[in-house]
């Protein structure tokens, strides 16, 4: 009867080399990755005009055109938000229009206005009220204003006034506090007590080898005294 007869079994899997380890499945190589994603490109700004400038050049320096006028002129040496703000009202160009938005005549127009502030502006406002060589009040600004403080300090150290010995050492020269900070040297963050025990170490250790560079001069005193 096929009932009665007797079912195969499962032969078992060969048993590894003695020695060796089983070799493990392989697993398959995974997907190549993805394309790395591109750069974005940048956003487009709201509110520019066609003929849009990215850079204003003004004053032989380059102007983020993107800024707003009052602060796009403070990247200009000697020019600060006060007088960038007063500037552009006197030219009639709004404060927080983007620069790059204005035309070539109204840049020139500004620049050529910068050139003049010690007449339009009150002495107050320039940066050189009462030139001592002129005696003109004008506003420096640009690589002359680097000029003017570099010959300003080199002047003070030459008369020895105070103002260029603090410029010399490199100490404060507006009257801040120095105790606390500004401190320069080896010594900083070094505790009073600590520095007077270093001292006092110190000075022992001197005094020790002063006695013992004296000790041998004495038997050579004693010898003549008995000669």
């Known amino acids: 009867m096929p009932e009665d007869e007797e079912t195969p079994e499962a032969e078992a899997p060969p048993s590894p080399a003695e020695g060796k380890k089983p070799e493990k499945p392989k697993k398959e190589k995974k997907e190549e990755k993805a394309e790395e994603p591109k750069p974005k490109a940048p956003k487009k ?11 204003v050049r003004m004053a032989n320096t ?4 993107t800024r707003s006028v009052a602060y796009a002129l403070t990247s200009i040496d000697g020019v600060g938000i006060r007088v960038a703000e007063a500037l552009a009202d006197t030219v009639g160009v ?3 229009e983007r620069l790059g938005n204005l035309s070539e005549d109204q840049t020139d127009k500004i620049e050529e206005t910068l050139g003049k502030l010690g007449e339009t502006f009150p002495d107050w406002m320039v940066n050189r009220p009462k030139d001592w060589e002129s005696g003109l009040d004008f506003h420096v600004f640009g690589s002359d204003w680097e000029v003017r403080v570099r010959d300003d300090v080199n002047r003070m150290k030459m008369i020895r006034s105070y103002k260029g010995v603090r410029h010399e050492t490199g100490q404060k020269v507006r009257g801040q506090r120095t105790r606390s900070n500004g401190r320069t040297g080896l010594t900083v963050g070094v505790t009073k007590k600590a520095a007077l025990a ?17 000790a041998p001069a004495a038997p050579a005193a004693k010898e003549e005294k008995k000669e």
């Open 198 to 214: 270093a001292q006092a170490a110190k000075k022992e250790e001197e005094g020790g080898k002063a006695k013992k560079e004296a």
């Open 45 to 55: 700004l709201q509110g520019v005009k066609e003929d849009f400038r990215y850079i």
């Open 94 to 96: 709004p404060r927080y």
């Open 62 to 65: 380059d102007l983020d055109g």
